[in-house]
């Protein structure tokens, strides 16, 4: 059978239901390919005359595989134009299909595949009635595993405000990620196989103070990962890149505290009029810079409001980063700026190719910190909304 690409990109900017749209209102035939790291097999949808006539998604095939890959909200698709000899076995219409598809996803009957999910199943999970992320890795990498630590359940592993850098990868079960306040401790999100416990910054300095407390809820094996191995490879990087992912960390810690704002419903205002936007929501200008001036916030506009999820300074990247997949700035949120901001660009594609040279722990580590930030920020969006039901 003859194939021929004829586009493809990332889910980010389109998702299953504009695909679908949008290769029926060219009447193609062919096959459409979806890939994710989260997943072993990729899954296909097939498509005659606009179409959608099968589909396969693991061991699920026609209308149920479809409205599975509605799910796969993180990864990458191609296209490809090519005969179909398939009997249609999915009847309903393309608007019907994605109509039910959204609808289906946005009530938690399918399954998110991605850097993390949500399980309303699970009461423990819950924050003000709101299930927390489970945030998983990919494929543990062995190589820099040097030594195992057992965690019985209810067990802290890091305590908030104590010195440490040591950093982990969980091989078995299961972690909570608390944050102390003067009003009690507060669940943020769970974090489990193939995810890491600890920062960048944590096995770079060696009087690194945690920012958080994390708990075993059921019983943890954590694999001890080669702390020189790592700093080794971090000091072969370009300064460019050095920042970037110090300000990754960063970035992580500020979304952890806006959530514990929004948690008390005490979340920042902002004074837009003083203000310039520097990247709107939703358009992406392709830049990326660091921060040399002036100040940066980042702010997702919701349904009920503004949402605050970070505050950048100099040395902070702005804009969106090639390699890695995070719910901020451009897809979702913007960022406004102060008049003074200077920043120094950054060429995408260099920054891409030093981050493709790295060890496969190494990236793990990058995309462990950038779901924590999509997830920490999705929990803040959520106590935004419990709040402002009430």
């Not at 989260?38 to 209308?63: I, L, Q, R, W």
């Not at 009461?123 to 965690?151: A, F, R």
């Not at 102060?338 to 060890?359: C, F, G, K, N, W």
Request: glycine fraction near 10%.
């Amino acid at each position: 059978m003859t194939t021929e690409t004829v586009f493809s990109g990332n889910l980010n900017f389109f998702g299953l239901g504009d695909l679908i749209q949008l290769i029926g209102s060219h009447g193609s035939t062919g096959i459409l390919e979806i890939r994710s790291k989260y997943t072993t097999k990729p899954g296909k949808v097939f498509f005659v005359e606009g179409n959608p006539v099968d589909a396969v998604c693991g061991s699920k095939k026609g209308t149920y595989a479809l409205y599975s890959l509605f799910g796969w909200v993180h990864g990458e698709f191609e296209f490809s134009l090519a005969g179909v000899d398939r009997a249609p076995v999915i009847k309903e219409s393309r608007m019907q299909l994605i109509l039910s598809g959204l609808k289906m996803l946005d009530d938690g009957e399918i399954q998110k595949i991605g850097p993390y999910t949500m399980d309303p199943k699970r009461q423990d999970s819950l924050v003000m009635g709101i299930p927390q992320p489970l945030i998983k890795g990919p494929l543990i990498d062995y190589l820099y595993v040097v030594d195992e630590e057992e965690y019985e359940a209810g067990r802290d592993i890091v305590l908030e405000g104590r010195y440490g850098n040591w950093l982990w990868v969980i091989l078995e079960g299961t972690v909570q990620i608390v944050k102390d306040t003067p009003s009690g401790k507060i669940n943020i999100v769970r974090i489990g196989p193939g995810a890491f416990v600890g920062s960048i910054a944590s096995f770079l300095l060696g009087d690194y103070v945690r920012s958080a407390t994390v708990s075993a809820v059921d019983r943890v094996l954590l694999g001890v990962l080669d702390s020189a191995r790592l700093i080794q490879e971090f000091g072969s990087l370009s300064p460019e890149i050095m920042k970037i992912l110090l300000s990754l960390d960063r970035r992580l810690k500020q979304v952890t505290d806006r959530s514990v704002d929004a948690y008390f419903n005490e979340a920042s205002k902002i004074d837009f009029d003083n203000l310039d936007v520097n990247i709107p929501q939703g358009k992406d200008n392709g830049k990326l810079g660091i921060i040399r001036e002036g100040t940066a916030f980042v702010v997702r506009k919701t349904k009920t409001g503004d949402a605050l999820l970070a505050c950048l300074s100099p040395g902070d990247f702005i804009g969106r980063l090639p390699f890695i997949e995070m719910d901020h700035e451009p897809i979702a949120a913007s960022v406004y700026s102060s008049r003074d901001l200077m920043v120094e660009d950054v060429d995408p594609r260099e920054i891409a190719a030093e981050y493709q040279r790295l060890s496969p722990t190494f990236k793990n580590i990058i995309n462990n910190i950038a779901a924590g930030v999509s997830a920490t920020s999705l929990m803040t969006c959520e106590f935004l909304k419990q709040h402002a039901k009430h």
